[in-house]
Nanobody
Framework: QVQLVESGGGLVQAGGSLRLSCAASGSTAVINAMGWYRQAPGKQRELVGTISRDSLTNYADSVKGRFTISRDPAQNTVYLQMNSLKPEDTAVYYC??????????WGQGTQVTVSS
């Protein structure tokens, strides 16, 4: 089993920055990739970006150039640096881990609210 705990959400003005953290614990050796998703009220959960064990990253078009995913293997932690935030970035942000066998794990989510 893998447990994921997100932190770092909050309220920020448009144009501001936030950094989210996702700490993984448990059977972290099985993790092949991690990612961030978000879900706004009334909308489906959507991909924000992913990072592989080799630190290769992939981003949704809506956040390219503004958001950066990084990882600290020693701490089993993944970060989401969010810059130039917009009101439409308001959502609950979820950390995700995918095992080598394709099993998915989710964190509890952290709220990000961007005021205009």
């Amino acid at each position: 089993q893998v447990q994921l705990v997100e932190s770092g959400g909050g309220l920020v003005q448009a144009g501001g920055s936030l950094r989210l953290s996702c700490a993984a614990s448990g059977s972290t050796a099985v993790i092949n990739a991690m990612g961030w998703y978000r879900q706004a009220p009334g909308k489906q959960r959507e991909l924000v970006g992913t990072i592989s064990r080799d630190s290769l990253t992939n981003y949704a078009d809506s956040v390219k150039g503004r958001f950066t995913i990084s990882r600290d293997p020693a701490q089993n932690t993944v970060y989401l640096q969010m810059n130039s935030l917009k009101p439409e970035d308001t959502a609950v942000y979820y950390c995700n881990a995918k095992s080598m066998l394709g099993r998915l794990y989710w964190g509890q989510g952290t709220q990000v609210t961007v005021s205009s």
